[in-house]
């Protein structure tokens, strides 16, 4: 459900970064010859409002958003939206929609910043004119119920990105390229897609729009390093310092998926989860392939798995203490 305001700002070659804007939504009026109709230069972010249990709402490392929102524009040639104007553009819509945020169990204002190319032309060359723009929507919990155990499919046929390409930027055609993986998944009984390198075919990168993480009987804690093919998440980044702040041996290391076969049946892995903006932290309890079939720990969602999820919520709501300052209050 859509909120009833958004922001837009324009840039030109001449003007630079202009005509920043709260107001009404509404329909775009676009010519059929926008550039990124045709050249599919977009790039996107996904990021979230809580209610805090003071009464307060707050954003949740938005800088981090920002950042990542330059690096995506620097990858398809965009030109990049300086950190203040995306962190004001944010706390701008927040503050005008925090009624908006639901007084539920993981309700939360769901924000979408995005920018198109909006030169009218065709040609391949990077356009002239981009409209950056954020709208809102009211949501809840990303499952049903709560946080329950996903079941996955490898997939061994297609890849999300290569070396070289644009698997670090959060882009739309990323997600387009990764919906055939999807549907298959879901023909063969499975809530989501994994991918497997695009050279080897062999080692675990990352869900369709999710991070993943391997937990083993040690303690320890395993996540596929950033290599340029997976996307750096804001959430991914985040168990990560949180885990090494309590002393965790987390690391960033390849993960094959004949690793992930043996340590399932032995008993080393016992918990693996997917993460990310909209689902939090998601665990895993099965993975299937083409002639293949396991299920993680008692195929459920793992004690560690759900204290995670618990420490995560708790500092996104101002349950818990904030080290890092990664809560950024709207007045």
Not at 32 to 46: D, M, R, S
Request: aromatic residues 10%; proline residues 5%; glycine residues 10%.
């Amino acid at each position: 459900m859509f909120t009833d305001h958004m922001v837009t700002m324009r840039w030109s070659e001449d003007a630079g970064w202009h005509e920043g804007r709260l107001h009404a939504r509404q329909p775009l009026t676009m010519d059929p010859a926008a550039a990124v109709l045709h050249y599919a230069q977009e790039i996107f972010e996904g990021l979230k409002a809580y209610r805090t249990d003071d009464g307060g709402v707050a954003l949740f490392r938005p800088e981090a958003n920002a950042r990542r929102f330059q690096e995506s524009a620097r990858r398809l040639a965009m030109p990049p939206l300086p950190e203040e104007y995306f962190v004001e553009s944010v706390r701008a819509l927040v503050a005008q929609e925090r009624e908006w945020i639901p007084e539920i169990e993981g309700g939360a204002l769901y924000l979408r910043p995005f920018m198109i190319a909006s030169e009218v032309f065709l040609g391949v060359k990077p356009a002239g004119e981009y409209l950056y723009m954020v709208l809102a929507s009211a949501t809840g919990a990303y499952w049903k119920g709560g946080a329950r155990a996903i079941s996955l499919w490898v997939s061994h046929e297609h890849s999300r990105a290569a070396a070289g390409g644009t698997g670090a930027a959060k882009c739309g055609g990323n997600y387009a390229s990764s919906l055939v993986a999807q549907a298959e998944a879901i023909r063969r009984g499975c809530d989501q897609v994994v991918f497997l390198d695009a050279a080897e075919r062999r080692w675990i990168e990352e869900l369709g729009g999710m991070n993943i993480f391997f937990l083993f009987a040690d303690g320890s804690m395993v996540t596929p390093p950033l290599t340029g093919t997976i996307l750096p998440g804001i959430t991914r980044d985040s168990i990560l310092r949180m885990a090494r702040d309590e002393g965790v041996d987390a690391r960033e290391e390849q993960y094959s998926i004949d690793q992930w076969q043996e340590d399932a049946a032995s008993g080393r892995l016992v918990e693996a989860f997917a993460c990310g903006t909209a689902a939090v932290v998601t665990p895993i309890g099965r993975v299937a392939g083409p002639d293949y079939g396991f299920t993680i720990g008692d195929g459920g969602t793992g004690p560690r798995t759900a204290r995670i999820l618990e420490r995560l919520s708790d500092l996104q709501r101002g349950r818990a203490p904030d080290p890092h300052g990664w809560l950024q209050r709207v007045d």
